[in-house]
């Protein structure tokens, strides 16, 4: 399972303690938002320049085990 410290860091003093790819102060869900309004991975990655595809992908994996731990735990 990806490490959360890895990818996402929250903090209050960085947006009032939104979760953020870690060394950015892009919040985790402006690329859930991009992907749910359709745009595409590289489109978020144009416009964050500051958020590695590394970070984007890692991010969307640990959603995905997160998920899928959830869905098999009820």
Known sequence: M???SRVVH???DILGGTPVFVGTRVPIKTLLDYLE???SLDEFL???PSVSR???IATL???KEMLTAYANST
């Open 61 to 63: 994996e640990l959603a």
């Open 46 to 48: 144009d416009h964050f």
């Open 37 to 39: 309004a359709g745009d």
């Open 54 to 56: 590394e970070q984007a």
């Open 10 to 12: 929250s903090d209050p």
């Open 2 to 4: 990806t490490s959360t």
